[in-house]
């Protein structure tokens, strides 16, 4: 009997060996793939503070256009407006300006109407020839 409990203490002994052996295996390899993913995330985190002080860097640069190109566009107006000034006359008020030249051209008493889009005869027009093509004749100036 003493045999068979030290036969089944061996064996508990070596069960209990392959069982540690076994838990330290999986605790290396555990371990090993959380310092890949710690390596990997290192690498992304790098990557993505070069990106974004790249982007922060590219929006610098624009700004700086922008800035630039705005100061240019102002300096452009500010000189079209010292033109204008030079160049205009002062404003007069609409009642104080004079009365227009005669027009060499005489306008018509009444000129034809537009109704619709069409012509519409007045009161000096007459019908010439109702029967076939009914056109408008208007006297001549």
Known sequence: MFSELMQCSRTEVAQQNEWRDTVSQYKRVASEREDRRDACEDRRDARDERW??????????????????????????????????????????????????????????RGPKMRGGRLRANSQSTLADCSSSRRLSFPKF
């Open 52 to 109: 974004r002080m790249e982007d922060q860097r590219v929006t610098e640069v624009m700004l700086g256009l922008l800035r630039e190109q705005t100061d240019t566009l102002r300096r452009l107006v500010d000189v079209l407006e010292e033109r204008k000034q030079d160049d205009r006359a002062p404003l007069q008020h609409i009642y104080n300006r004079p009365p227009p030249p005669p027009s060499p051209i005489a306008p018509s008493p």
